[in-house]
């Protein structure tokens, strides 16, 4: 009789782990058919972009604020660049705040100022807001109309800065561009990152097209000074431009895309990738849980389900403990589903994968890492679970600059 009731409880909990998953599951469904819609239609809007006349455009003062620490390997890669940009040195000024380097960043920047009038250098001393801290100092020391927001490994295109400027000129405040990777060589990671990037850049397309708010991301943004005046300057994050975001849309202000493009460096190992990523969500999450959202407001809405992501890749991480459980212990049509689920998920990324980058790269040396996209797709859901977890107990997640390499696969944009 002992054994009977053990069996019983024991199938009972089987049978409950099982909908549990299959409940997450349907979750995770709706969740992906939401943004799977997104996608496809920017990827049917990226299929459509035409090249359009920048000729003719009267440029307005523009400002770069570019915040350094410890970036002697970047710096000057970007600094050199924006010495090569098409628009009128006259109305450009590059600000470098420098922020408790103990590399040669500072005198990197430092003779770039001296060479160039437009390139200014400033140093902080005791800054206490991180990174949010230098970008305001910028801004404060700027006097451009228009502002962009770069990081030290970024290599914007040279037509970039006419290309916000149209957007500007049509009544665009905010605008975000796109990114690629300039390091996609140095390893397997960053060019599976580079699926990550497409996504990225046709979510931003579909949101333009549905006029949802565009993501922002300090790396590639452009605002202008008014906005700023309206909404306030960076606040102290682990996601400052994500918080930035929030106050624009809840302000009923509609960040757009543009077609600008920036090359950044991919973290190239695992444990700096995962370290970023945990930084980032944790971000997210503190962000989520420190404003109100108005789900009665579409633009409230998408942004709430934009910043959940890490939450439903923590429950997707949490699936595939379950599922090997259940199905370890279960021998009814519940373990099977799950079998098939799981198989059919590994598979499809693989074969996904591999077909993207070749369609990206139309190379077969390339394609062939496209089954690593199972090891970068699992780092990525344990990065979510990881700074979950640290957000329910409470943990302290540092903010950290991620080390670059300064690796570069060509000196062409």
């Known amino acids: 009789m002992d054994k009977l009731i053990?069996?019983?409880?024991?199938?009972?909990?089987?049978?409950?782990?099982?909908?549990?998953?299959?409940?997450?599951?349907?979750?995770?469904?709706?969740?992906?058919?939401?943004?799977?819609?997104?996608?496809?239609?920017?990827?049917?809007?990226?299929?459509?972009?035409?090249?359009?006349?920048?000729?003719?455009?009267?440029?307005?003062?523009?400002?770069?604020?570019?915040?350094?620490?410890?970036?002697?390997?970047?710096?000057?890669?970007?600094?050199?660049?924006?010495?090569?940009?098409?628009?009128?040195?006259?109305?450009?000024?590059?600000?470098?705040?420098?922020?408790?380097?103990?590399?040669?960043?500072?005198?990197?920047?430092?003779?770039?100022?001296?060479?160039?009038?437009?390139?200014?250098?400033?140093?902080?001393?005791?800054?206490?807001?991180?990174?949010?801290?230098?970008?305001?100092?910028?801004?404060?020391?700027?006097?451009?109309?228009?502002?962009a927001f770069f990081d030290a490994d970024a290599l914007p295109e040279v037509d970039?800065?006419?290309?916000?400027?149209?957007?500007?000129?049509?009544?665009?405040?905010?605008?975000?561009?796109?990114?690629?990777?300039?390091?996609?060589?140095?390893?397997?990671?960053?060019?599976?990152?580079?699926?990550?990037?497409?996504?990225?850049?046709?979510?931003?397309?579909?949101?333009?097209?549905?006029?949802?708010?565009?993501?922002?991301?300090?790396?590639?943004?452009?605002?202008?000074?008014?906005?700023?005046?309206?909404?306030g300057l960076f606040k102290k994050s682990l996601a400052e431009d994500t918080d930035l975001w929030v106050r624009l849309v809840k302000s009923r202000v509609r960040p757009h895309y543009f077609n600008g493009k920036v090359l950044i460096e991919s973290p190239s190992s695992l444990r700096a990738f995962v370290n970023q990523r945990v930084r980032w969500y944790r971000g997210f999450f503190d962000t989520l849980t420190l404003y109100k959202f108005n789900f009665k407001k579409k633009d409230e809405l998408h942004v709430w389900l934009y910043l959940t992501m890490p939450l439903f890749s923590a429950i997707s991480f949490l699936m595939y403990i379950i599922a090997p459980t259940a199905i370890m212990l279960s021998h009814h049509i519940y373990g099977l589903l799950m079998i098939g689920g799981v198989a059919s998920n590994i598979l499809g990324m693989s074969l996904g994968a591999a077909v993207y980058l070749y369609y990206i790269y139309r190379d077969k040396s390339v394609s062939f890492k496209g089954p690593l996209s199972v090891i970068y797709t699992f780092a990525l859901l344990f990065s979510s679970f990881l700074a979950l977890t640290s957000k329910v107990l409470g943990a302290n997640v540092n903010w950290s600059v991620t080390r670059k390499s300064g690796y570069t696969d060509s000196k062409k944009l």
């Open 6 to 147: 053990k069996y019983h409880y024991f199938s009972k909990i089987v049978e409950y782990l099982s909908i549990f998953y299959m409940a997450m599951e349907t979750l995770l469904t709706v969740f992906g058919i939401y943004w799977g819609i997104i996608i496809g239609i920017g990827f049917l809007q990226n299929m459509r972009v035409k090249e359009v006349n920048l000729n003719d455009i009267h440029p307005v003062p523009f400002s770069v604020i570019i915040p350094v620490r410890n970036e002697e390997k970047t710096i000057g890669r970007l600094l050199e660049r924006l010495t090569k940009m098409d628009y009128p040195k006259d109305s450009l000024e590059i600000i470098v705040v420098e922020d408790g380097s103990t590399d040669s960043s500072a005198d990197i920047a430092r003779w770039y100022s001296k060479e160039f009038s437009y390139i200014k250098f400033f140093h902080l001393e005791n800054n206490q807001e991180g990174k949010a801290g230098a970008l305001n100092y910028g801004v404060n020391a700027s006097n451009g109309e228009l502002i």
């Open 160 to 231: 970039y800065f006419k290309k916000a400027l149209k957007g500007y000129l049509e009544g665009k405040e905010v605008q975000n561009g796109f990114y690629r990777f300039i390091n996609t060589k140095e390893s397997w990671l960053p060019t599976i990152s580079l699926l990550e990037a497409e996504i990225a850049k046709y979510i931003a397309q579909g949101c333009e097209r549905l006029s949802f708010p565009v993501p922002v991301f300090g790396y590639n943004l452009v605002i202008s000074r008014k906005m700023l005046d309206k909404v």
